[in-house]
C-alpha cells in the first residue's frame, strides 16, 4: 500500500477511510484526497473491510490473503558484512527516529540514526514483561516477540518482530462499527492488565502500534516499545510523570477514532454506538487497569448484552457508513 507524505514535514500521513482525508500526526497538517488516491485507498480499503467479514475457512482466507500481497513492495537494506536482506512488505510508514516495514511474517524497524538508542530501549522494556499466572501467559503471545537485529552498512539498524500472518495494523482497517471496537476494547482491556501487573506505561498506545487478526479481534501491542517507561517516572524534560492510567487513556482514544471521532470525549450515541459502549469511551480511566476491566465488563453487557463471540457479518456500509 503506497504513503502520503505531508507536504508540511514530510512525515508519513494517516488516512480516514470515511472521509478520505490525510492527516499528518506529526504537525497535524489535514489534506483532501484527490481523485487519484480516494480511487486508491477505497479500494485498499475494500480488500481489507473484506476480513472483518472473512470466511471461517481457512484455504479461503489463505488465497484472499495472496492476492493482497500481489501488491506488495520490497524494500532492500545492505548489513554491515555485506549480506543484503530484502523486505517484501505490504505497508510502511515512519516514525520520529525511522521507518517500519509490515512483512508477512514479520514488522521491520529501520533506525535511521547512528547507534540509534531505540532497539536497546526497546529490548529493555520488553524484558519487564511478566504475567501474574498461567492464565495470563498465553497473553505473551500478543506482545513483541523479537528475532533479530542487523547493523546496517551506512551505521543505522534493524529490529524484526515476528508476528502472525493474520496480523495487520489495526490503522488499515479505517473506520469500523461498534461491534469491533467492543472486541477490540476487550483485547486492549487484557494488554493494559499486564502492563499494569508489569508497572510499564505506554504512551503511544494507537491504531499505528496496534496489530489485529480480524478473524477473531484479538489485539496485539507490538509497536513504539522505546518510549514504554516504568509507572511514576518523571521526564524533566516536560515536568510531566508517566502513569499507568495513560495506558487507558490511550485504549480510549484509540477506540473514539476507530469509531471516527477526534478522541476520546467526543463519542456520540447512533444507532451503531449503544449508549454504554459511548459512555465508557468517554469517561475517565479508573485508577488501575484491573478496576477498569471490571467497568468495562459491566459496560458490554449493557451495551450488547451477554458476552458471547460471534464473527460479524460485514459490508461496505458497515464499514465505511455509507461514505465509499
Not at 503506497?2 to 507536504?7: F, L
Request: with cysteine; proline share 4%.
Amino acid at each position: 500500500m503506497k504513503n502520503i507524505a505531508c507536504k508540511n514535514c514530510a512525515g508519513t500521513m494517516y488516512i480516514d477511510a470515511s472521509g478520505m482525508t490525510a492527516v499528518c500526526p506529526y504537525c497535524g497538517s489535514k489534506y483532501v484526497l484527490d481523485h487519484e488516491d480516494t480511487d486508491y485507498y477505497n479500494g485498499f480499503y475494500r480488500q481489507m473491510a473484506r476480513f472483518l467479514g472473512g470466511s471461517s475457512d481457512a484455504r479461503e482466507r489463505q488465497l484472499h490473503a495472496d492476492r493482497l500481497w500481489k501488491n506488495a513492495d520490497s524494500a532492500v537494506f545492505t548489513c554491515a558484512d555485506g549480506r543484503t536482506i530484502e523486505a517484501r512488505h505490504l505497508y510502511n510508514g515512519t516514525f520520529d527516529g525511522g521507518a517500519f516495514f509490515v512483512a508477512r511474517k514479520n514488522i521491520i524497524y529501520h533506525f535511521t540514526q547512528e547507534n540509534a538508542p531505540q532497539p536497546a530501549l526497546f529490548r529493555k522494556s520488553t524484558s519487564y514483561l511478566d504475567y501474574p499466572s498461567a492464565d495470563t501467559r498465553q497473553l505473551s503471545q500478543f506482545f513483541p516477540r523479537i528475532t533479530s537485529g542487523f547493523a546496517l552498512a551506512d551505521g543505522t539498524s534493524l529490529l524484526v518482530l515476528s508476528k502472525d500472518t493474520e496480523e495487520y495494523p489495526l490503522s488499515l482497517f479505517g473506520t469500523l462499527g461498534g461491534r469491533h471496537v467492543a472486541w477490540i476494547i476487550s483485547r486492549m482491556e487484557n494488554l493494559c492488565c499486564v502492563l499494569e501487573y508489569n508497572s510499564l506505561v505506554h504512551p503511544a498506545i494507537d491504531a499505528e502500534n496496534l496489530y489485529i487478526n480480524p478473524f477473531t479481534h484479538q489485539a496485539a501491542l507490538y509497536g513504539g516499545w522505546w518510549r514504554v517507561v516504568k509507572n511514576n517516572t518523571y521526564s524533566p524534560a516536560d515536568g510531566h510523570t508517566f502513569t499507568t492510567k495513560e495506558n487507558l487513556t490511550g485504549l480510549r482514544n484509540t477506540a473514539a477514532r476507530l469509531l471516527g471521532y477526534p478522541n476520546a470525549g467526543a463519542v456520540k450515541v447512533t444507532k451503531d454506538v449503544p449508549k454504554a459502549l459511548a459512555a465508557f469511551i468517554n469517561s475517565a480511566p479508573e485508577s488501575n487497569a484491573y478496576d477498569d476491566f471490571a467497568y468495562w465488563d459491566d459496560m458490554l453487557i449493557k451495551a450488547y448484552g451477554e458476552r458471547k463471540f460471534t464473527t460479524f457479518s460485514t459490508d461496505e456500509e458497515q464499514i465505511y457508513g455509507g461514505k465509499a
